[in-house]
């Protein structure tokens, strides 16, 4: 069972460039969420989605864009990265229903120079 | 707004030590969870506090839920270092937002 399957693990860009970062789960759970870690900052959510074809703002969306296509995967993209978008990327899938566990991935390390 | 605090921020100690780490809100929580992030590894869910006043053990850890259910506690019995790692807490406010606190970074030195 991989779960929650982040890619990539590592990443370096250029203040500028553009990329996806993918999550993608096998458990069947209907949301899913992008956070960001900093240190000091504990886990701020950046968007999230709570079934195929639905996204919404969390508490820091400005600079990142999400789709759902598909029901088991969940993109989050970087149009033009910026030196404060260095962080860790974490994305977390939950079964529908209030009170349920976040299940997470391992994490994307991204460092924009 | 529900804010959770969680304290101490930082925490270091020695092998064998015993530690309290607290979670609180000026509000109501429906549930608690309590989560073990690793170094380099994702959070991991240990578990959920519901009632309020009870108590659930996980080997060495005890997890605690306020009578009121607006704090919540997690002691760790003769720390190790494999306990090293952020220890976060999880609720749901009334309109079933997520809220994180945190953090407590613990570091058991052997």
């Known amino acids: 069972n991989a779960g929650v399957t982040q890619t990539p693990k590592f990443r370096v860009l250029k203040t500028g460039q553009s990329m996806t970062l993918l999550c993608a789960q096998d458990?069947?759970?209907?949301?899913m969420y992008w956070y960001r870690q900093d240190p000091g900052m504990g886990l701020r959510l950046i968007h999230y989605?709570?079934?195929?074809?639905?996204?919404a703002k969390g508490e820091v969306p400005d600079g990142y864009n999400v789709s759902r296509l598909k029901k088991q995967n969940f993109l989050l993209g970087l149009e033009s990265a910026a030196p404060s978008q260095t962080s860790v990327y974490f994305c977390?899938?939950?079964?529908?229903?209030?009170?349920?566990?976040?299940?997470f991935g391992d994490g994307t390390r991204l460092s924009i120079l | 707004t529900q804010l959770l605090e969680q304290s101490p921020q930082f925490l270091s100690i020695q092998e064998g030590e015993n530690l309290t780490v607290y979670c609180n809100s000026s509000s109501v929580f429906s549930s608690l969870q309590w989560y073990r992030q690793e170094p380099g590894e994702g959070p991991v869910l240990l578990v959920t506090v519901v009632t309020g006043g009870e108590v659930k053990k996980l080997k060495r850890l005890t997890f605690q839920f306020g009578d009121a259910r607006k704090d919540s506690s997690l002691h760790i019995t003769a720390a190790q270092p494999g306990d090293t790692g952020l220890y976060l807490c999880?609720?749901?406010?009334?309109?079933?937002?997520?809220?994180f606190g945190q953090g407590t970074e613990l570091s058991v030195k052997p």
């Open positions: 977390a899938t939950q079964r529908m229903g209030g009170g349920q566990p976040q299940h």
């Open positions: 458990m069947n759970h209907e949301y």
């Open positions: 989605s709570v079934g195929e074809g639905t996204t």
């Open positions: 999880l609720t749901y406010n009334q309109g079933g937002k997520l809220i």
